[in-house]
């Protein structure tokens, strides 16, 4: 089929899915419903998803793809009760997460909104626990090496250093399994902000799971500097960009209370008009 298929004796004309395509791709003809009139679609699904009568299917979002939302939606209450509750994880306990279970968890992150629709988000996952301390041993390296050349090091470097004097693994935690997320994107802007909302949702659902998370930022960094040796570690599949990267386990310690933060700080902006172009004012 072409890219949509419509079911002339389901559709009603009503023009819902022509409203909400964000790309115009669709436009109504009066007598016969829907017809593609621009090569832009970015399989959104929103066309076939807002169609009450189910006559419409598109050929990139399949309405096969696309379960009926048949589910209850959280009250006001549940939604920020579990979206309080949720805090980072920075030590676990030394049991393995099932490779099923990981992918399960990482399966709901591919539903994150990107930048129209352009996905694209890879993930490695490193859950041998040689390959793991190796990572910790090359940023902490990393970090002794910034604190002995850069005058500036960053402030958290001193305490890390100290607990992995310790013998603790204050880098990745204990934690049985790193998370990299990685796009097939080049350009750094877009890679990296569908790969933050990638791993916000699996953060978000990893609770739902028994696991617990924490953003690997400081091994971001030691990415972000060409740090070789951790490069090396790494191994990281060529033609991919680097986005970020996060730890996931059974959380050791259970917190008893929700999180607070700073209060809440808004600007209700002032009405403002940018004035009409000679052409605006023609028409």
């Known amino acids: 089929m072409g890219l949509i298929a419509l079911d002339y004796g389901k559709c009603s004309k009503c023009g819902l899915c022509v409203r909400v395509c964000p790309y115009v791709v669709l436009e109504m003809d009066p007598a016969n419903g829907p017809r593609v009139v621009r090569d832009k679609c970015i399989a959104c699904g929103h066309c076939v998803a807002v169609c009450p009568r189910a006559a419409l299917d598109n050929n990139k979002a399949p309405r096969k793809n696309q379960p009926a939302d048949t589910g209850t939606p959280f009250s006001e209450a549940d939604s920020a009760w579990y979206l309080r509750a949720r ?90 399994c790193l998370i990299v997320a990685l796009s097939v994107y080049s350009s750094q802007k877009r890679a990296r902000e569908n790969a933050v909302l990638s791993m916000m949702y699996a953060q978000l659902h990893a609770p739902s799971l028994g696991l617990g998370t924490c953003w690997a930022g400081v091994l971001e960094a030691c990415v972000g500097a060409g740090w070789q040796p951790l490069l090396d570690v790494l191994n990281l599949p060529p033609d991919h960009t680097f986005c970020g990267a996060m730890v996931v386990g059974y959380p050791n310690y259970r917190y008893h209370n929700l999180t607070d933060r700073e209060p809440l700080a808004l600007i209700w902006a002032e009405p403002v008009t940018m004035p009409l172009s000679p052409e605006e004012k023609q028409s």
Request: hydrophobic share 40%.
């Open 87 to 176: 805090r980072t994880v920075r030590w676990y306990q030394k049991k393995p997460v099932a490779r099923g279970k990981i992918t399960r968890w990482l399966d709901i992150a591919r539903f994150a909104p990107t930048a129209s629709n352009t996905q694209g988000i890879v993930w490695l996952i490193i859950d041998n626990p040689l390959t793991i301390q190796s990572v910790a041993r090359a940023v902490i390296a990393w970090e002794q090496s910034e604190v002995a050349n850069n005058p500036n090091p960053f402030p958290i470097f001193e305490a890390q250093l100290d607990r992995y004097g310790r013998g603790e693994d204050s880098i990745l935690f204990g934690a049985p």
